[in-house]
């Protein structure tokens, strides 16, 4: 019963999915190529000399950035990148607000309600669905950069545990926006409401965290922001996954997918 | 089997209330083992909101259901590998074939689809059909293949909601054929429907709700007796005087010489008064479901359940 539920809905928004993990695979394949035409590590570094300080502190770059992080660390700028970002946000929220509110939505819900299956088990199905998605989005990109460094080979060093690293990071990510927003989905009832609560939460952590770099004021908020524990670039160097970003962004998907057990074992269902 | 009790559903002061909003008060239902059960009411009425109770898809405020003796809410599991219950026709997958979607459905059930083969010749679906998405069929179609899912696997209990909404006559006569054989089988069906020619067909009992109050029940022979008979009268010349003051008779309609009357329990004092004129021609007829179901919903503001009216 638990593979068809899976099957299922992996099955719905397929196509739409694999759009989203193309548009990933290109975005994070090319990078490397860029990289290489522009001269590896040391035209990466000119490139970065030339942009106008003001440019520099919007994109929140410093000069010797490349020197200190290597080619890794400019690889592990399209992983924060707000097209990146949107491409594996969208397949994660669609996935949740279409699982549980989507169905509520259609009334589809009452195929796997009215059989005789534990709602727990129904909410596990999604939560399993969420995990493959995840690992699928997550390592996607680490695999598109490595196909890009086999094909271009710009100068500069990136191991297979930076790649690693990264797509773990990516997970753990992906993991606490799909985990807050099963618990929105298992608690709502339309799919609209889910998108817009999740979107408005991202949003408005990105900007916390990018503003916060660059205003002083914000500084104290910037925990706050689920962007703050997603540091690609000292991940890539460092080559592993800061344990307080292990700790809150894994945790944060817990609580997200716990407390939406909790409702969705619990609430009314109107279909 | 039913509980021990004989019955396969059992509601006990079942209420469900949505803040200030009362959907359902006090409804005591008893459904017995092996019947076609008609639960009727208008829009709103509070016939959707007990079968998601029975289904275990919302709570009830207070009360009890009991499905096969086990409590639908906390034994919901247990409930529903007996049951078979119909989705609306819009809730199925529009991107399966109709194949795949009875597949999924059977997977989920944890029972043989033995009874495909009877459902899919009853409402005549064939392979051809089978093979394409459902975002292809017609509503029809897609309730067609609603009910084959629903009842594929063989369940004691058939729970459905407006089963041949958007099903032609033919079909509709064909669908009603195999739930007598069901029944005949020993399948229990609880079924509501607007469709009052065809619960009278297939119901041998029914309940009436409205506003979230059961205003009627039993079996269908109770329930028209309790309500008047219709008797039509042909005078051999003009409508006598004092027709319309008959003790126990209401007279509904005059047309040249002849008259309808709608007569309670009692013919005696009708029986009197046409005994001293001269009758041609009198009928007798019980009235159908629509007249009884039409009179709980025209009465008056404060229903209830007429005198030795049960909903068994």
């Known amino acids: 019963m638990m593979t068809a539920m899976i099957r299922r809905l992996l099955q719905r928004g397929l196509a739409g999915a694999l759009m989203l993990l193309l548009g990933v695979m290109i975005f994070q394949f090319v990078n490397p190529i860029i990289a290489d035409s522009i001269g590896g590590e040391e035209g990466l570094s000119q490139l970065i000399e030339l942009l106008p300080p003001g440019l520099q502190t919007l994109a929140q770059i410093s000069p010797d950035f490349i020197a200190l992080t290597g080619l890794a660390g400019y690889l592990s700028l399209g992983y924060d990148h707000p097209v990146y970002l949107v491409l594996v946000m969208s397949a994660i929220i669609g996935f949740t607000s279409r699982s549980i509110a989507g169905e509520i939505d259609r ?165 | 089997m039913a509980s021990g009790s004989g019955f396969v559903i059992e509601t006990e002061s079942l209420c469900k209330a949505y803040g200030e909003i009362r959907a359902l008060n006090e409804i005591s239902l008893q459904v017995p083992e092996g019947s076609i059960f008609g639960f009727l009411g208008p829009n709103g009425a509070g016939k959707t909101t007990t079968i998601r109770i029975l289904m275990g898809f919302t709570r009830a405020t207070s009360g009890r259901a009991t499905v096969f003796g086990h409590d639908s809410w906390a034994d919901g599991v247990a409930v529903r590998s007996r049951i078979g219950y119909l989705v609306t026709a819009d809730a199925l997958y529009p991107d399966l074939s109709g194949d795949d979607q009875l597949a999924f459905a059977a997977s989920i059930s944890g029972r043989e689809p033995v009874w495909r083969g009877r459902l899919l010749d009853a409402l005549e679906l064939d392979r051809k059909v089978l093979d394409r998405r459902l975002g292809t069929y017609s509503k029809g179609m897609r309730q067609k293949l609603a009910l084959v899912s629903s009842a594929q696997h063989a369940p004691e209990l058939l729970v459905f909601d407006e089963p041949t909404d958007g099903l032609d006559p033919l079909i509709q006569r064909n669908f009603a054929e195999l739930l007598r054989d069901f029944r005949a089988e020993g399948t229990t069906v609880f079924m509501s429907s607007h469709d009052l020619g065809e619960v009278e067909r297939l119901c041998d009992h029914v309940a009436v709700v409205r506003a979230g109050r059961l205003i009627a029940g039993g079996s269908m022979a109770e329930l028209k007796q309790q309500y008047a008979q219709r008797v ?59 007249e009884v179901f039409m009179s709980y919903y025209e009465s008056g503001d404060s229903p209830s359940l007429p005198d030795g009216a049960t909903t068994r």
């Open chain 2, 232 to 290: 039509e009268v042909t005078f051999a010349d003009a409508v006598p005087g004092g027709i319309d003051d008959i003790v126990g008779a209401r007279l509904i309609e005059r047309n040249g010489t002849m008259v309808t009357l709608h007569v309670d329990h009692d013919f005696n004092s009708m029986l009197r008064f046409l005994a001293g004129h001269d009758v041609v021609r009198m009928e007798i007829r019980p009235p159908e479901l629509q």
């Open chain 1, 107 to 271: 009334g589809t819900l009452a195929l796997t309600l009215s059989r005789p299956i534990p709602r727990t088990n129904i909410y596990l199905a999604r939560v399993a669905g969420l995990l493959v998605l995840i690992a699928v989005f997550a390592g996607a990109g680490p695999v598109a950069t490595w196909l890009g460094l086999a094909m271009a080979q710009p100068t500069g060093e990136v191991s297979t545990d930076q790649l690693l690293a990264l797509a773990l990071l990516c997970g753990l990510l992906a993991w606490a926006v799909g985990g807050l927003s099963l618990m929105v989905s298992a608690a709502s009832g339309t799919t609209g409401r889910v998108v817009g609560w999740a979107t408005g939460f991202l949003v408005i952590s990105f900007f916390v965290d990018y503003f916060a770099e660059l205003w002083d004021m914000l500084e104290p908020v910037k925990p706050f922001s689920i962007f703050w524990y997603f540091d690609t670039t000292n991940t890539v160097v460092d080559g592993s996954v800061p344990m307080m970003s292990v700790l809150v962004l894994g945790g944060s998907g817990l609580l997200g997918v716990i407390a939406g057990w909790w409702k969705f074992t619990r609430r009314d269902f109107e279909i």
